[in-house]
Each structure stands twice: as C-alpha cells, then as structure tokens.
C-alpha cells in the first residue's frame, strides 16, 4: 500500500484501518515494512483506538525521510483486553513530495495461552476459567495472563504497584540528585522515552519515568524506595518490573538491596544504554537474612535523549516488615560509603571472613586480596577496587583519615581543610583554570571526574592524604599505574607511600610543576601483606598549583594460585609448589613468594 496524492488540497489526510480485534495476550507484538523517503515526505504515525476511549494512543512514528529503502518496524502491542483496532495515519502539510508505503503486516504471539488437561509442577499455575496453564512467576505480576484475571485474584495490594494512584507504599530518596516523575502519554523529548504505559497499553495509563533534559547533569540519579521487607528466610523473594530504555543518549538503570538505611546498598542488576522503544519484563530473586530495601537507581546519560521507564513492580513471596518503621544505620568505613550489617548464618570463627550471600568461611589473609573468593565477591566489598576512573563520583574505597577522625558532619568543620575531592574541567572557578586539569584522563573531557587536592584551602606545608582499606595480600608482581596532574608555579608535590602497622615508607614522589599535561607513573609493589597505600599531597606557597590524579590502577595484584597440575620444562617449581618461569629465577625478584627462586643455592 503506498499514498496516491489526490489533490493539492492542504492538510490532507490519509487513514488506513486494520480489522478490530477482541483482545490480545501479553507477548503480542506487531511488525512491518515501511518506506518514507522524499523531500517533503512528511511523518506518518501508527495509531490504537480503543473502544470507548477518545484519545488514540501513538504506537509507533516516523518523522521524516528515512534512505530510499524498506525499514522494518516492531511495535509491542502487549496485553491488551478491550476491543480495538489500528490506524495508520499520514497527514500531509500542502507540500508532499516521496513515496510513503507499507508492506508484509505481521502479528506474533498475539493469542492468549491455550487451555491445558492438566498442569502439575510446584511452578505451574492453572487459570481458573480459561483452564491454560502458565509460570507461577507470572502470578501477581499486573499483567492478566490467563485471560480471565485469575492470575491476579486475591493478591496484596500492598506488593505491587502500577503507578496508577502515585507511589503506593515506595518512596522518592531524599539522598538522591532528583526524582523520578509521573507522567502518563509519550515523554516530553521525541525519540526518547515510553509513548505508553505497560499496564494499560495505551496514553491513558501512568508510569514513573526519568526526565534527562537540562538542568539534568551527566550521571545525576534518582533513586526509588521499596517498602521494608522482612528476611526472605528459607524462601526467596522474588522482584518483578517492566523498565523501558529508549534514546540514542539512555544511560544506565539498577537494582540494589541494602539492610542498613544510609548504605548505597550492594548491586542486584543492572542495563546499560539504548534497549529499543519497549518495556521489558525482569525478574529478580533476592535472599536476605536480614530486613531488607530495594532501591531502583536510574542514571542521567549525556544528552537529553536519555529517558528512562519504570512500570507494573511488584514482589512475590515475600512479606512487609512490621516491625521498626527504620532499616538500622552503621557509621561509615570509608568516605562516602557503608557496610550492611548483616550476615547470614554461619559456623565461622572471629579470625574468618563471612561471604555474605552463602555463609561460608574463607580465611582472613583473602579478604581484599584482588581476587573474590566469595560467589557474591562479597569478600572484595568494603576494599579498593582494581581500577578507579571516578568517573561514577565514587571513590572506590578510598578514603581521607584525617576527615573521618574530625568528625562525623565534616562537612560544615573541613570547608576550609586542604584536602582531596572528586572534580571536573566543567565546574572549575576562573582562577583554577591555569592549574588545574581542564579535561580528565579517562574520557579527556570536561565531563570527566578526576581526584585533586585544592590548594585555595589550607596553608604552605599541609599534606593531605587519601587512602586504600587494608590489602591483606599481594602477588609477586603487583604494580600501581596512575595518571597525575601537576601543573603551577607553586605546585607542591605528591607522594605514593606504603604503611603497615605503624611503620610509614615512601615508594614514589614527584615535586615541582611537570606541565599541563596528564602524566603516567608506575610503582612497583610485589609481595606484600596487611598494608595500606596512601597518596599525600603536600601544598606549595600559594593556591597556584593543584595536584591531581585519575586512573588509579592495581596490576597483576592478585596473590599467586597454587595449581595441581606440573610444572612444564619451561618453569621451576618453587618450594611452596608454584610454577614460575625459568627466566625469573636470579632477578632479584621474589617471584616465587617464598623467596626459593632467589636462593644462592640455585
């Protein structure tokens, strides 16, 4: 079918009409073939009239010419349980010049499920009426399944929410950059974002959606707050929602649980970037010993088309906590950042670590070792992460002594401290722009975050220091790669340095202005165990200069894995039974970590 323009009339119209249907099941989706391309093509736009509603809802639209070739469309239709029919409607402006078509209509998984004899299984669901059998997964989820909505009966309320009537029992996170907002129809920007609810299926019905468009910042969050659940016991809690990421600019969308109130929560899920113009269903399932809260994190990518679509979230199996109104808090370990308190059951004693998903007992030595010996790497938590672009604004498990034994609410006493802080090219003042990094080194752009100390507070001669957890072991050739930014008159200078126990000793430093450029740095740490690694920065006579640095990486850090297989002809064995290279014996490298490829007997 193609448009035959009959007159020079304007603001003509061209409508085609499928058939009307009586309903459809909740995978149907529609596709076609379409070809728009001319000068003065002009949009076309697909459209659901539903029976006894006015306003049609736009399914799909194309906004101008598109190459002179057939594109193929998909549009979701979803569970859709009123009559209704599709239009396919062309406006023209006057001036129509191209060809509009359309070719090869396709509906698929449009039927409800077929009625069964029988359905048996711990997981199976029979329906009520129309007798098919589907997921017990898909039981209490919104979205009427069976086709008689006895999928849907007698479920709690209080479990689910379709953002018909606002939030239900979730919250807005008062911790957050901004919040999520109710909208209902498509989103504001075109190209991006839901043009209809999951739930409805058409611009009648809500959903929560994250606006990107300014005053929105790259990587600003809004977070949303389940209710508080009790612990998931022996069963699992399972977490359904619909979430739709649509734009060329779409970032980033997680899940996280937490058991302590003012925690980031550790991370159950995450997508990134552009999924198509549909929602999506995901299941989760989440155990926990402890009362527990779900957080949806959604993150602001570059650009305006980046909106973000949350819908139809619901929970089964799982029970509301009644007790404290409140998670429990716990003070910070490091700057920024918080460890649940919980832990599931366990045999283990004070000198082990607990995993926190499973309960078993690991030894102390392999906790922040760079190597997860946990299966939720949980053991690998509350250390310092492998590499760090702070591009996140996330310091990665760094943190500044000096502020946390200040106080609590540092905030208001170390304004004027000289100390370490995340910054950017983009926020800087006009007198920090001939010493402090303009782009950082990750993305070299002002966008992009990088750690400096700023020399405008503190006096001649403060140090400040950032520094890792405890590292309780390190391999034979664990490295420290960074980039570092010096640059001004009175720069003063920067300092790596190893401290373990109460002993503090330098392992690199640099003084003096090295230029406006990024420069790399290696340092060599090797075996090593129970230390810490601190970066001080110590500042010059005046403001002038600003040391920074980006990039922090530990190389080949994870201590060495005994394995039971032989050594080759190529390898010596070592005493402890480790393989290393023939070329690393006599290098005066204590490769073997026993220090027996260094022996005078060899």
Excluded at 173 to 184: C, G, H, K, N, P
Excluded at 186 to 196: A, E, F, I, S
Excluded at 269 to 288: A, D, E, M, P, V
Excluded at 432 to 454: N, S
């Amino acid at each position: 079918m193609f448009i035959l323009k009959t007159s020079n009339r304007i603001s003509q119209i061209a409508r085609l009409r499928s058939p009307k249907f009586r309903q459809t099941g909740s995978n149907c989706t529609l596709s076609f073939w379409y070809f728009n391309y001319g000068e003065s093509v002009g949009a076309t736009e697909l459209q659901l009239l539903v029976e006894g509603l006015k306003q049609p809802t736009v399914l799909w639209r194309t906004y101008y010419s598109e190459a002179s070739q057939w594109l193929q469309a998909v549009v979701q239709l979803g569970r859709l349980p009123y009559r209704f029919q599709l239009s396919l409607k062309k406006i023209s402006l006057g001036v129509y010049e191209g060809v509009s078509a359309i070719d090869d209509i396709t509906f698929e998984n449009c039927a409800l499920p077929p009625p069964a004899l029988s359905c048996e299984g711990a997981n199976r669901f029979w329906c009520r009426h129309t007798k098919a059998c589907i997921d017990s997964l898909l039981v209490c989820d919104l979205v009427d399944d069976c086709g008689d909505g006895s999928d849907e009966d007698s479920c709690d309320p209080d479990l689910q929410c379709d953002f018909e009537n606002g939030l239900c029992s979730w919250e807005q996170d008062a911790e957050d950059d901004f919040d999520w907002v109710r909208t209902r129809g498509p989103t504001p920007t075109v190209n991006t974002g839901p043009l209809k609810d999951h739930t409805t299926g058409t611009a009648r019905g809500h959903y929560l959606y994250l606006e990107s468009s300014e005053p929105r910042q790259f990587l600003d969050k809004a977070v949303l707050l389940s209710p508080l659940f009790n612990p998931s016991a022996n069963g699992t809690c399972v977490f359904r929602f619909h979430y739709h990421m649509f734009g060329k600019q779409v970032y980033k969308l997680s899940v996280l649980q937490r058991t302590v109130s003012n925690a980031k929560g550790w991370l159950l899920w995450y997508k990134f970037g552009n999924q198509g113009n549909r929602w999506i269903r995901q299941t989760l399932f989440i155990r926990s010993s402890k009362p527990f809260q779900i957080l949806v994190k959604g993150t602001v990518g570059d650009g305006f088309t980046g909106d973000i679509g949350l819908d139809d979230v619901s929970f089964l199996g799982c029970t509301l906590y009644n007790g404290k109104r409140n998670l429990p808090t716990v003070s910070a370990t490091t700057l920024g950042t918080s460890v649940p308190a919980t832990l599931p059951m366990n045999n283990c004693t004070e000198k082990e670590f607990v995993c926190r998903a499973s309960g078993h007992c690991i030894q102390m030595i392999h906790k922040c070792d760079f190597r997860p010996d946990c299966s939720d790497k949980s053991d690998e938590s509350a250390c310092v992460m492998e590499v760090c672009d702070f591009e996140d604004k996330d310091l990665c498990g760094w943190y500044q002594p000096a502020l946390e034994q200040m106080s609590e609410n540092y905030s208001i006493l170390t304004t004027k401290t000289f100390k370490w802080q995340l910054g950017r090219g983009a926020n800087l003042y006009p007198e920090q722009v001939e010493h402090c990094p303009l782009t950082d080194h990750t993305t070299c752009t002002e966008e992009g975050w990088y750690l400096f100390a700023d020399s405008s507070n503190g006096e001649f001669g403060h140090t400040a220091d950032i520094a890792t957890p405890v590292i309780s072991l390190t391999g034979p050739r664990c490295k420290i790669i960074f980039w570092n930014h010096m640059n001004g008159s009175t720069i003063g200078s920067l300092e790596v340095l190893y401290k373990s126990s109460n002993k503090t000793s330098k392992l690199w430093t640099q003084s003096g202005s090295q230029g406006p450029q990024w420069n790399r740095a290696e340092v060599f740490l090797g075996i090593r165990s129970d230390f810490q690694v601190i970066f001080r920065a110590k500042r010059g006579v005046s403001y002038m200069g600003d040391v920074a640095v980006d990039d922090i990486t530990f190389e080949d850090c994870s201590p060495l894995l005994i394995s039971d297989k032989p050594c080759t002809s190529e390898e010596f064995m070592c005493a402890n039974k480790y393989c290393i290279p023939k070329n690393n014996l006599c290098d005066f490298v204590n490769d073997c970590e026993d220090n027996s490829d260094e022996s005078p007997s060899i």
